[in-house]
Nanobody, 118 residues
């Protein structure tokens, strides 16, 4: 059973930085694309980055400020967030999509809260 756990969120001032981590277990981490999502209060969950071992795509709204990376030896994915803005306030989730009983299933961590405020 795949399990994901995010960490690293917190309260930060505008312009600051954070590094989020997603620790994965229960599947062959290096073989699967992983994603970062976020959900702001009152809004739908949105994807911010999709990462494989060879490339990463970013949502236009975060390009140039967010950097996703992976350490396959540690089964961990990271999200470096720079130049934080109040609109980055959200719960950040990591995600992996795996086949289970012939159906693609989404696995989510519990999320980590990022609050950007002065």
């Amino acid at each position: 059973q795949a399990q994901l756990v995010e960490s690293g969120g917190g309260l930060v001032q505008p312009g600051g930085s954070l590094r989020l981590s997603c620790s994965a277990s229960g599947f062959s981490f290096s073989n699967f694309a992983m994603s970062w999502y976020r959900q702001a209060p009152g809004k739908e969950r949105e994807v911010v980055a999709v990462s494989t071992s060879s490339y990463t795509d970013y949502a236009d709204s975060v390009k140039g400020r967010f950097t996703s990376s992976r350490d396959n030896a540690k089964n961990t994915m990271y999200l470096q967030i720079d130049s934080l803005k109040p609109e980055d306030t959200a719960v950040y989730y990591c995600n992996v999509r795996l086949w289970r009983d012939g159906v693609l299933a989404d696995y989510w961590g519990p999320g980590t809260q990022v609050t950007v405020s002065s």
